[in-house]
């Protein structure tokens, strides 16, 4: 077992993550069993209860745990599942070790920072390395050397450094910036950065400059002999057209080959990396002409960070669909019946997106009335879905007072109601229903068309799918007849709580929300169905600039 981690210096947001997952693709490619896993120091125990303004979106492993943005790059990229061991928090450590002080685990110890807080660090880190299935753990430390809230993760690499010797290593990611008056790149800081890094007790074994231009050789050779690394160990990691280039960039540079010598392999004895279908991807979507414009509307749009899933989804699966993805972003608290039409114009599909609160839901509506009335591909996800609902019963039913328990609980006809479902999480306070759930697709739907090819069937011939939840709202039964009997058919059920997993208009070309998020689940070589049969829906379609303004 081979741990590796991954820190971060100079400043924040270089790509910690990226690297991480860039080299535990490397290593796959060569047929190693590879996992990702991230510590992050703020003291929330998850991010759950985080704005996404704050820590941008969070993300749901299939265990139900949510867990920082980077598990979903790790997952993208690996085509691995992630579950609630590959993320960690000082919350949790914290939570963790008082809990066991206070069932007297400790015998009456002083509690202390060290060793008993770095000792539940390194416990959390090796829980994973205990299931003997896999080869390399990638372990990436969040914010940058030098925080204060960082310093225990540090001195536990330092521990574990020390204990494992060869079998552990660090890779150092720093940023080395262009002055532009003096035009030259400046290597100070890093020395500064990996200068911290040491006076914490840690020699990286690798240093990669986050960089706009090309580093040179002689940059690489002053920064090796500054720092203490070899200079084939100093590598560059350049800005890309795109994250998934960066594998290849990294490759070019020799990571995966100086990681495994490092670790006691012959690079020249293991396989080279098999990344032909990771190129045959990058491929399609690079080489895409032809474009697609896809809206996204929803609350969080003004952090690209807060749909990060959603984003990486549609990239996918429009670059299967050889198109290249336009996306604009709409805050939906701007949506108004009088402008809704000019802010969609030119649009071929629209997403409405999740989240939590009355906010901007009014602009949903007014979004989705003019996809279903005007014939848009509309792809609405949990909250998407639920405002689906709400739009249908007000504009097509009749309800107008239609909405539901979380926006008014004085509502007479509330679609979607309080989950009565009691495989529940307690979590911010309430009932959320959290991680993969299983779901029975109707036959003859456009969903079970769209899944058929993708998944296999039980033994008595019905769909069964996987998806994950993050939510406390359902749709509401009562309304279920007068909702199939208007064209809107719920065609994905829960087997076990009957709860609705899915709607879909009929008579529109395709107008689908699911009240699971299926962004979680879609890799760089797994594009999700969903996403694939919606942008080909908006490819077939006009831009809605060629539609009347008003519906």
Request: with cysteine.
């Amino acid at each position: 077992m081979k741990h590796i981690f991954v820190t971060g210096g100079v400043a924040s947001s270089l790509g910690k993550g990226i690297i991480a997952a860039s080299l535990g693709k490397l290593l796959q490619a060569r047929g190693f069993r590879v996992t990702n896993q991230k510590l992050d120091p703020y003291i929330n125990v998850d991010p759950g209860t985080l704005n996404p303004y704050e820590h941008g979106e969070c993300f749901v492993t299939v265990d139900g745990h949510e867990a920082d943005l980077d598990l979903g790059h790790y997952e993208r990229f690996l085509n691995v599942e992630t579950h609630k061991a590959n993320n960690i928090t000082t919350g949790r450590i914290y939570q963790n070790v008082i809990n066991k002080e206070r069932r007297g685990d400790y015998l009456g110890k002083t509690v202390q920072v060290i060793p008993h807080i770095t000792d539940e660090i390194k416990r959390n880190i090796k829980s994973l390395a205990q299931t003997g299935d896999f080869d390399f753990i990638i372990t990436e430390i969040g914010g940058t050397v030098g925080d204060i809230e960082s310093l225990p993760y540090i001195e536990a690499l330092r521990q574990m450094k020390w204990e494992l010797g060869s079998d552990c290593l660090c890779i150092h990611l720093t940023y080395v910036p262009f002055l532009a008056a003096a035009k030259e790149l400046k290597t100070k800081p890093t020395q500064h950065s990996v200068k911290d890094l040491q006076q914490e007790g840690v020699q990286p074994d690798i240093i990669i400059l986050r960089t706009e231009h090309v580093i040179s050789d002689e940059i690489r050779r002053k920064v090796a002999l500054f720092c203490n690394v070899e200079p084939e160990a100093v590598m560059q990691s350049i800005d890309a057209p795109s994250i998934y280039r960066v594998p290849l960039n990294m490759q070019a540079e020799g990571l995966d080959r100086v990681v495994l010598r490092k670790t006691g392999y012959n690079p020249d004895l293991v396989p080279a990396p098999d990344m032909d279908s990771w190129n045959a991807f990058l491929d399609k979507l690079e080489g895409a002409v032809e474009e697609v414009r896809i809206a996204l509307v929803g609350k969080y749009v003004q952090l690209q960070d807060a749909y990060m899933s959603i984003r990486a989804s549609l990239s996918h699966a429009a670059a299967y669909n050889n198109r290249r993805l336009l996306l604009t972003s709409i805050l939906s608290d701007d949506l108004t019946a009088d402008n809704v039409a000019e802010a969609l114009r030119g649009q071929q599909g629209v997403l409405v997106a999740p989240g939590f609160g009355s906010r901007g839901v009014e602009g949903k509506f007014h979004a989705l009335r003019y996809c279903r009335e005007n014939g848009i591909p509309c792809f609405g996800i949990c909250m998407g879905m639920q405002t689906m609902a709400i739009e249908f019963a007000r504009n097509v039913l009749g309800y107008a007072d239609a909405n539901s328990v979380e926006f008014d609980e004085r509502t007479t006809h509330n679609v979607i109601d309080m989950m009565e479902d009691q495989k529940v999480l307690v979590n911010k306070g309430g009932s959320m229903r959290l991680g993969a759930y299983p779901c029975q697709l109707l036959p003859g739907t456009r969903v079970y068309a769209i899944y058929a090819d993708a998944v296999e069937k039980a033994k008595d011939g019905k769909l069964l799918i996987s998806e994950r939840h993050r939510h406390r709202y359902e749709f509401n039964h009562a309304y279920r007849r007068e909702f199939e009997d208007a064209g809107m058919i719920c065609s994905g059920f829960n087997p076990d709580s009957g709860l609705v997993e899915i709607i879909e208009l009929q008579n529109h070309p395709w107008y689908v929300g699911v009240q699971f998020h299926p962004e979680y689940s879609s890799t760089v070589l797994h594009p999700h169905p969903l996403f694939l049969s919606f942008l080909k829906a908006a490819i077939a379609q006009p831009a809605a600039s060629a539609l009347p303004l008003h519906p």
